[in-house]
């Protein structure tokens, strides 16, 4: 990140370059932005944006009262209204594992890129511990949320081939305007919003706002662990043909990272282990919270899963002569993304089993806190969980300028897009403890019969793997679109992109099977990770193209439909050149849709095919990365859209289908044939329906009714498709009210029948986990959360 400073101060320049300009004019301040989305969306263009009627992609468009309806536990919650896209929250606030039409990978958000503005705030989409929803949070300051799956994503940003989500910022008006919002949950999670927005001069506006909340979090480990909040603002000046808009973004904010939790499983059937309740139990507790790890290091579970960082950007547009346009996107992003948690090592089991099946039998099983022994000691169930701890100091710039020649019949867009990031990671994995298997456990120590000491203050093991690295990573690309209408009706458009990656880094190696003290009767330090002062460089370099072919045609104003064809390209993350994975995965994407837009319904239809190359899906499992690699391929067909009968009714639906398979795949360094088998993780059936009732009573008072069912199919938690994720049914609903337009009231409840479903098996292991007692992350309990707003 050398040349980053000089870039930012660069870009800032360009950015006010044109501020001067506007002392003569006297063009009108934009409209402020409302919760009723316009029917524009900019992610998968070039940036002057186009109508979702006209798009020759699939594109979703998620306006603020959607949100509000879809009342996501997450940002990644909110992309389960988003067709082809299976996004499990189940991780907590962090943590999510987001994937989108068929595109294998093995957890986090490969396929995905976040942007604000129209810019990546974070380059890379995913790497390990990080997928980008945990840089970002929903709150009152999104206008909209775009999400383009395919299409031409490949070709803007930075060249994401699957999923590209765009969150759009509320600006200011006229008018001064804001809102002030308190919530609270029935697990006492307590949260405030504010926004403000008006004028600043009669050419430029502003917009401020964010949230602060607190609380134990549904799943209650005894203390808080869900803590923080963001605070967001914008500037907006209009220039004579153009505007200005400069953005910052702070956020510190951690929760709970959820991990997987004992279950009874037989068949499709999913029920409670003891008293850790599927709904809202957790192993984590007020003994496992603050430890310090065999190495000496302490670690504080309440630090959970989080960001803290700047992310500061802007937009320019400015028609330098008629027809001629240049835009420019920048975005700069600093600061820490961090975690920490309590991970399974094993599958809960009778102390004395435990015991067997380290060659002997109980001597002694006593509390760590107290020494009390443990009654009933051989059949005392246990489990066994690590301290994982990981840093990241994380930084990108990211800047896209580009140049429109715009004609009647013909837009022709250049542009190029530069990045440079980079990430710090100092990681200590394992650090397992021996634990009783109970709600909030508690530390156990275990001495066998022949005297061999199996724990030390309750640790069965130190680190089995830790990471002490310096990755840098830039990407340059090149594009050309150009769009023509043929007749009003039919419209061609084509594009291609050059990208060139580049990748570098330092990292400390590790010695295994260390013996720290020598004795091999202490078994808890047997075996460890020990980093040991030495060091490997790793460097990665590749150009690639992609480009897309597209039609669209327009049968009526309101009836239309499009066709494409795209390849696109991605890179390896600095995770798997660590891990010596150099394969770059490559797509070929075949989609057409139907749109219908009327009074009475809107339909958006796509069937898609979708060839992949070059895959890599990696576990850590016995202290160690096993990767899976090979291709893959996916048909499907995604439905979404709205039905309003009468008025003030209206029955939104989403829908896909997916039929997703692994080809020329294996495992095991090559011996294992994985061709055939289920994507894992992505159901061939899920589908969502919400109806909705808005009954007006008086001039200004409003009651919304709103609810939504949905159902996600079978899933295979492991590319091996041996730990089976049962199909489910969920309803959510709830009752807002608007007294006076200025009062908010509201009332919503997440998993209303309290239903247990699991979106994630036991990625610790490979292969089944057998009947029984497994090792699973379910889907969070029945939760009520009650709100009230004053708008002024």
């Known amino acids: 990140m050398k040349t980053v400073q000089g870039l930012l101060l660069a870009s800032v320049a360009v950015l006010a370059i044109a501020a001067p300009a506007s002392a003569q004019t006297t063009a009108a301040a934009p409209a402020p932005a409302k919760d009723d989305t316009p029917d ?33 536990t997450s940002t990644a919650d909110l992309f389960k209204v988003i067709p082809g896209v299976s996004a499990e929250s189940s991780g907590g606030q962090n943590g999510a594992n987001i994937f989108v039409r068929g595109y294998p990978s093995g957890g986090d958000a490969e396929f995905v890129t976040l942007t604000t503005q129209g810019v990546p705030f974070f380059s890379p989409p995913t790497l390990s511990f990080l997928e980008n929803t945990q840089l970002i949070r929903i709150d009152e300051t999104i206008a909209r949320v775009e999400a383009v799956r395919g299409g031409t994503g490949a070709l803007f940003a930075n060249g994401q081939p699957g999923l590209t989500i765009n969150f759009v910022q509320k600006e200011g008006g006229r008018d001064f305007e804001g809102l002030l919002k308190g919530s609270i949950t029935d697990y006492g999670y307590a949260r405030g919003d504010f926004r403000l927005s008006g004028p600043l001069d009669e050419n430029t506006t502003f917009m401020v706002g964010g949230y602060y909340g607190s609380g134990h979090g549904l799943r209650d480990p005894g203390f808080t662990a869900e803590k923080g909040g963001q605070i967001t603002a914008n500037i907006r000046h209009t220039l004579d043909r153009g505007s200005i808009m400069i953005f910052a ?57 989080g960001a803290k960082l700047i992310n500061v950007g802007g937009n320019f547009d400015y028609e330098v002569a008629d027809g001629f346009k240049v835009r420019y996107r920048v975005s700069y992003l600093s600061g820490d993304a961090d975690t920490t948690g309590l991970v399974p090592a094993s599958s809960a089991q009778s102390a004395s089993a435990y015991a067997t099946s380290l060659g002997g039998t109980i001597g002694s099983l006593t509390f760590v806190n107290g020494g009390v022994a443990v009654a009933n000691a051989a059949n005392q169930q246990i489990i066994r969980a690590g301290t994982w701890v990981v840093r990241k100091q994380i930084e990108d710039f990211t800047n896209d300028v580009s140049l429109e020649w715009k004609t009647s019949t013909n837009t022709l867009t250049v ?13 200590n994995l394992g650090n397992v403890q021996l634990l009783t298997a109970e709600n909030n456990a508690r530390r156990l120590n275990l001495t066998l019969a022949d005297g061999r000491i199996v724990t030390q203050r ?44 580049t990748a570098s880094g330092t990292l400390e190696n590790n ?32 150009g690639s193209v992609s480009w897309t072919v597209g039609a669209n045609y327009d049968f009526t104003p309101t009836v239309g439909a499009y066709a494409r064809y795209n390849r696109g390209n991605t890179n390896p993350f600095f995770d798997n050149l660590r891990d010596g994975i150099r394969i770059s995965p490559k797509v070929d994407n075949y989609e057409a849709g139907i749109k219908v837009r009327t009074d009475l319904v809107s339909l958006y239809a796509t069937i898609f095919h979708t060839n992949f190359d070059g895959l890599s899906s990696t576990v850590i499992t016995n202290g160690a990365p096993v990767a899976s690699v090979g291709g893959a ?15 003030n009714f209206s029955i939104g639906f989403s829908g896909t289908w997916l039929d997703a398979k692994y080809r020329n795949f294996t495992t095991n360094g090559g011996t294992v044939s994985l061709s055939g088998n289920r994507v894992q993780r992505q159901p061939r059936w899920q589908w969502r329906v919400t109806p909705a009732y808005d009954i007006r009573i008086g001039g200004d008072n409003k009651v919304s009714l709103f609810s939504t069912f949905s159902y996600v199919g079978d899933r295979f938690s492991d590319v091996q498709n041996q730990q089976l994720l049962p199909n489910y049914f969920k309803i959510d609903g709830g009752i807002t009210a608007e007294i006076g337009k200025a009062l908010l009231l509201g009332v919503t409840v997440d998993n209303l029948t309290d239903k247990i479903a699991i979106t994630e098996g036991n990625p610790r292991v490979i292969g089944s986990q057998g009947q029984g007692v497994i090792n699973a992350r379910p889907i969070l309990g029945r939760s009520f959360r009650f709100s009230v707003g004053y708008k002024f």
């Open 40 to 72: 524009i969306v900019v992610t998968g263009t070039a940036g002057g944006g186009t109508s979702r009627q006209a798009a020759a992609f699939a594109v979703t468009n998620i306006d603020a009262a959607s949100i509000a309806r879809a009342a996501p």
């Open 249 to 305: 973004r702070y956020l510190n904010d951690h929760g709970q990272w959820l991990l997987p939790i004992p279950l009874i499983q037989n068949g499709r059937s999913l029920s409670q282990f003891g008293n850790i309740d599927p709904g809202n139990g957790v192993l984590a507790g007020p003994e496992t919270r603050l430890a310090l790890l065999p190495d000496g290091t302490r670690a504080d579970l309440a630090d959970g899963r």
């Open 415 to 427: 542009g190029g897009y530069y990045s440079d990031f980079s990430s710090n990671d100092q990681w």
């Open 458 to 501: 309750g640790f069965t093991q130190g680190s089995f793997f830790n990471v002490n690295a310096a990755y840098d990573g830039r990407e340059y690309a090149g594009y050309a679109v150009d769009e023509f209408h043929v007749t009003p009706q039919l419209r061609l458009d084509a594009g291609i992109r050059y990208q060139y990656y």
């Open 511 to 542: 010695s295994f099977g260390v013996n720290v003290d020598g004795n091999a009767n202490t078994l808890f330090d047997n075996g460890n990770a020990v980093l040991n002062g030495t060091f490997s460089t790793l460097r990665y370099s590749k």
């Open 633 to 647: 391929r996916s048909t499907g067909v995604e439905l979404e859209g709205a039905i309003r009968p009468i008025e």
